[in-house]
């Protein structure tokens, strides 16, 4: 089982960046984003199941899709801010509802470096 995260990138303050995550070796019901930066614990993002629920500093700015017949998901990070620097990593699990915190996802990528610059 993989996840592959790809996307990251340098951008500047105000863009948009689109990240990808594609898993392989199963399927899985629940997906995540997640975001580490210096010196921070790593925080969550974004979350899709059915529905879908994001961070109070992303919501009307990040929005999380997936393609079931692909088995990916994607963030899609508009107007991006200095504040959203940080590595992202996307997460997936097989249970059933949303994952809000890191304990309810079982698998993760390898992580993609975000910058923002001002």
């Known amino acids: 089982v993989q996840l592959q995260a790809s996307g990251g990138g340098l951008v500047q303050a105000g863009g948009s960046l689109r990240l990808s995550c594609a898993a392989s070796?199963?399927?899985?019901?629940?997906y995540g984003w997640f975001r580490q930066a210096p010196g921070k614990e790593r925080e969550f993002v974004a979350a899709i199941h059915q529905n879908t629920y994001y961070a109070d500093s992303v919501r009307g700015r990040f929005t999380i899709s997936r393609n079931n017949a692909l088995n990916t998901v994607v963030l899609q990070m508009n107007s991006l801010k200095p504040e959203d620097t940080a590595v992202y990593y996307c997460?997936?699990?097989?249970?059933?509802?949303?994952?809000?915190?890191?304990?309810?996802?079982?698998?993760w990528g390898q992580g993609t470096q975000v910058t923002v610059s001002s």
């Open positions: 997460a997936a699990d097989g249970r059933l509802g949303l994952g809000l915190t890191r304990s309810d996802y079982g698998y």
């Open positions: 070796g199963r399927t899985f019901s629940r």
